[in-house]
């Protein structure tokens, strides 16, 4: 059996069994033999996740089930420096730090994926919302979607890292 018609009937499989346990998924990135598929997920999923990767500042990928489903996540509503910007890695670095060995647990807003079919979710570990976090930590800048649950708590989080001089902010005077 090739592996191309493998892996169509194992991604079958999965979204039959996803279906019948309340939730589905489709491909939204499948490059190479190499790299995973990874997943879009469709609705809020009230379980937790295990962190695989940190992407960057601002993205993960996650980890469920006895199938290993994987998931990009993009935190909503904010934006990390990007790989060669000052900050880039001690955003990534942060965000490792915030996630090692915990579980995660996933929490959908009004917008639910961004134009690269990431899903977009807030990323709580224990009582803490880590795009806030991040945020008020110096670490991220507000990406405002109008009209998110944390559109305040993400506002007066940016105004404090600024007024405390953190992280992104120690340069801008």
């Given at each position: 059996m090739?592996a191309?018609?493998t ?8 979204a ?16 190479s033999?190499e790299?995973?598929?990874v ?7 009230d ?5 695989s990767?940190v992407?960057d500042?601002d993205?993960?990928d996650?980890?469920q089930?006895i199938?290993v489903?994987?998931?990009r996540?993009r ?17 990534k ?11 995660v647990?996933?929490e959908r ?8 079919g ?5 990323i709580?570990?224990g009582?803490k ?8 930590l110096?670490?991220a800048?507000?990406?405002?979607h109008k ?9 007066e989080a ?6 405390n001089?953190r992280?992104?902010w120690a340069?801008?005077?």
């Amino acid at each position: 059996m090739r592996a191309g018609s493998t892996n169509s009937i194992l991604l079958a499989v999965t979204a039959v069994l996803g279906v019948s346990a309340g939730y589905a998924v489709r491909t939204i990135q499948e490059k190479s033999a190499e790299k995973p598929a990874v997943y879009e997920l469709e609705k809020t999923i009230d379980e937790s996740y295990a962190v695989s990767r940190v992407v960057d500042g601002d993205t993960v990928d996650v980890e469920q089930g006895i199938e290993v489903l994987l998931y990009r996540i993009r935190l909503l509503g904010i934006n990390a420096r990007d790989r060669g910007e000052p900050g880039y890695n001690d955003a990534k670095e942060k965000l490792k730090e915030l996630i090692a060995g915990r579980e995660v647990f996933l929490e959908r807003d009004k917008d639910n994926t961004d134009r690269y079919g990431r899903a977009l979710r807030y990323i709580i570990v224990g009582s803490k919302n880590l795009n806030i976090e991040l945020v008020r930590l110096g670490y991220a800048k507000v990406y405002m979607h109008k009209g998110l649950r944390y559109e305040r708590q993400l506002l007066e989080a940016e105004q404090e890292a600024r007024q405390n001089k953190r992280g992104i902010w120690a340069d801008n005077k």
